[in-house]
């Protein structure tokens, strides 16, 4: 399984931006995305962007859509989340994860095969 790593979370205040990494030790030959996650202490981690590594098409889920922007340098096998104009409803621990394609319904980027978790970074989006 391939192993993810994120870094780049901090704590900012409300209007300001992060932009997250996520490296990628390898993907696996059923595995086409990498997505980004968030959780909040006590619910359920959801989908927020997705990036497919076939043909670079992106998704985002409602909630961050024209605030935040996914990208990828295949040479170095990492994807980055770049946040702007951070709320505190942002806040969250961020993961991201091996998927094997990218998929929107309802508002949201809806996973269809995890792969592998990175092990998260935290954000505070502070008033």
């Known amino acids: 399984q391939p192993q993810l790593e994120e870094s780049g979370g901090g704590e900012v205040q409300a209007g300001g931006s992060l932009n997250l990494s996520c490296t990628a030790s390898?993907?696996?030959?059923?595995?086409?995305?990498i997505g980004w996650f968030r959780q909040v202490s006590g619910k359920e981690r959801v989908g927020i962007s997705c990036v497919s590594t076939k043909d670079g098409s992106t998704i985002y889920s409602d909630s961050v859509k024209g605030r935040f922007t996914i990208s990828r340098v295949d040479a170095k096998n990492m994807v980055y989340l770049q946040m702007n104009n951070l709320k505190p409803e942002d806040t969250a621990v961020y993961y991201c994860?091996?998927?094997?394609?990218?998929?929107?319904?309802?508002?949201?980027?809806?996973?269809?095969?995890?792969?592998?978790w990175g092990r998260g970074t935290q954000v505070t989006v502070s008033l």
């Open positions: 994860a091996t998927d094997r394609g990218c998929y929107y319904s309802g508002g949201w980027y809806r996973p269809t095969q995890i792969g592998s």
């Open positions: 390898a993907l696996t030959s059923n595995h086409y995305a």
